[in-house]
Nanobody, 121 residues
Framework: QVQLVESGGGSVQPGGSLRLSCAAT????????MGWYRQAPGKQRELVAR???????DNADSVKGRFTISRDNAKTTVYLQMNSLKPEDTAVYYC???????????????WGQGTQVTVSS
């Protein structure tokens, strides 16, 4: 089984910072991408940022210059450093892993349980 364990959400005032972490555990043969999505009440889930196996990154326009995605050396933990947070960043943030469990398996998406980020004064 592949599991994603998230941590780091919480409440912060506008302009503040938070760092989210997501650790992937279990049997993983290869990782294509790791990333973060978010879903605000009444809205669709949207991509925030993701990082590929070659360390290329892709950020949503709304977070460019404020959020940074990175991975640890083992490449099984992904971080999202969120600075200059705004009320519109309030959402449940979900970690996403696109990976293959074995050489012959298909690529699959895995999701974390979600962590709440609230930006409010």
């Amino acid at each position: 089984q592949v599991q994603l364990v998230e941590s780091g959400g919480g409440s912060v005032q506008p302009g503040g910072s938070l760092r989210l972490s997501c650790a992937a555990t279990g049997s993983i043969f290869s990782i294509n991408t790791m990333g973060w999505y978010r879903q605000a009440p009444g809205k669709q889930r949207e991509l925030v940022a993701r990082i590929t196996s070659r360390e290329n990154t892709d950020n949503a326009d709304s977070v460019k210059g404020r959020f940074t995605i990175s991975r640890d050396n083992a490449k099984t933990t992904v971080y999202l450093q969120m600075n200059s947070l705004k009320p519109e960043d309030t959402a449940v943030y979900y970690c996403n892993l696109n990976a293959r469990r074995t050489l012959s398996a298909y690529d699959a998406n895995y999701w974390g349980q979600g962590t709440q980020v609230t930006v409010s004064s």
